[in-house]
């Protein structure tokens, strides 16, 4: 499956590629970036690649390299996952610590809900850690409601943990969409 290539403001979506392992290392061995994630950071470049390796083979999975206007290198990752038929899409996202607090993650996932809408679905949610701080905060300014508290929903490495279910639907994203 070729994927679309997305431009916003100030970023360039494009397929996530194996050459990206070298860029998103950083990412993938932050500890603190990943505690709420589901793997736990990496300590090896190989365990990075691997990882990385094993994500874009998995064609479940659509995945997109979150790169800079006139830069190729990958800071993060955007990624959506159709869970049942009926339109239903899982949504991800990561990004390089240095890139925090730039709304560059709300930018980046916002294009990519825009591409998911445009393509039919219908409905689009995120799972995350109730501890997850900013990724609850990407959820809302995207404009997302809280739908569900599971808990002890998963095993993880930090321990069991409740997962929060955030949901958007197409109309909503139509009539709220917020400019990035």
Do not use: C
């Not at 996952?81 to 916002?110: C, D, F, N, P, S």
């Not at 995120?126 to 409601?145: E, Q």
């Not at 809280?146 to 929903?153: F, I, V, Y």
Request: aromatic share 8%; glycine share 6%.
């Amino acid at each position: 499956m070729t994927l679309p290539v997305m431009t916003t403001k100030r970023l360039v979506l494009r397929p996530l590629r194996i050459e990206d392992a070298e860029a998103l290392h950083p990412m993938y061995s932050d500890a603190e970036a990943n505690t709420y994630g589901s793997h736990p950071s990496t300590t090896t470049f190989e365990e990075s690649r691997d990882r990385l390796e094993k994500g874009i083979a998995d064609q479940a999975w659509r995945a997109w390299a979150v790169t800079l206007k006139g830069d190729d290198t990958a800071i993060g990752s955007v990624a959506s996952y159709e869970k049942r038929q009926g339109r239903v899409t899982e949504i991800g996202y990561a990004l390089k610590r240095a890139y925090w607090g730039k709304g560059l993650v709300t930018e980046a996932v916002a294009a990519m809900i825009d591409l998911l809408f445009a393509e039919g679905q219908r409905r689009v949610f995120a799972d995350t850690d109730p501890d997850n701080a900013p990724s609850i905060a990407v959820l809302k300014r995207l404009g997302f409601t809280l739908e569900a508290t599971l808990r002890a929903e998963w095993q993880t490495h930090i321990g069991v943990r409740d997962s929060l279910i955030w949901g958007l639907l197409a109309d909503e994203w139509k009539a709220t969409r917020p400019r990035t």
